[in-house]
């Protein structure tokens, strides 16, 4: 098994800040990307914060089984491998920011249905701290492109979900 940094993955720098969240949420709507109810309540929400200042993020996209698990694995066991294999969490303002940069992300659907409980197909799902313990408030944002629409959404999962081991996950490589 081919792990983290012998294994395929891709990296991106990505500046973040400099945006408040009217203006983040101003901004994907003049490119017409779409946000479930999750996102929308993430975004509202007071925990969800941005930076005055821009930054720039080295980040890095690889699979549940790129950190060492064929079988899948939880949020917290994932976690914690990246900690050791040297990546951090996102700062949640990434996943707008994100969405904004990468417009050119392939089709999630193609003759793979959403299946309930599971992380969509196509769908890459950013690393970042749990701002909630409440099962019922999103733990995050991930990316999606359906039938040609570019969407920001958030989800919700519990400590004991499993992650299939081809899902896909960002992380921090460090700030620039």
């Known amino acids: 098994m081919r792990i983290y940094t012998d294994c395929q993955f891709i990296t991106r720098t990505i ?7 009217s203006q983040l949420i101003q901004k994907l709507k ?9 996102a929308k309540r993430l975004l509202s929400d007071d925990k969800f914060t941005t930076s005055d200042t821009k930054y720039s993020l080295k980040i890095v996209e690889l699979t549940v089984e790129n950190l060492g698990f064929p079988n899948g694995s939880t949020m917290p066991q994932i ?4 900690s050791e294999l ?11 920011h994100l ?19 599971k992380a969509p197909s196509g769908s890459i799902t950013i690393a970042s701290e749990i701002v909630s ?9 991930y990316l ?4 040609g629409v570019l969407w ?8 004991l979900h499993v992650w299939n081991p081809d899902d896909h996950f960002i992380f921090c490589q460090q700030q620039i």
């Open 15 to 21: 500046k973040v800040g400099e945006l408040t969240k």
């Open 133 to 141: 313990e409440d099962d019922y408030f999103p733990k995050g944002f």
């Open 79 to 82: 976690f914690k491998r990246a």
């Open 99 to 117: 969405r904004l940069e990468y417009l050119n992300q392939p089709e999630g659907n193609k003759g793979n249905p959403s299946q309930k409980h």
């Open 152 to 159: 920001l959404r958030a989800y919700i999962a519990d400590d």
């Open 30 to 38: 003049q490119r017409s990307i779409l946000m479930n109810e999750y």
């Open 86 to 96: 040297g990546l951090e969490l996102c700062p949640l303002e990434l996943g707008p």
């Open 144 to 147: 999606r492109k359906i039938n």
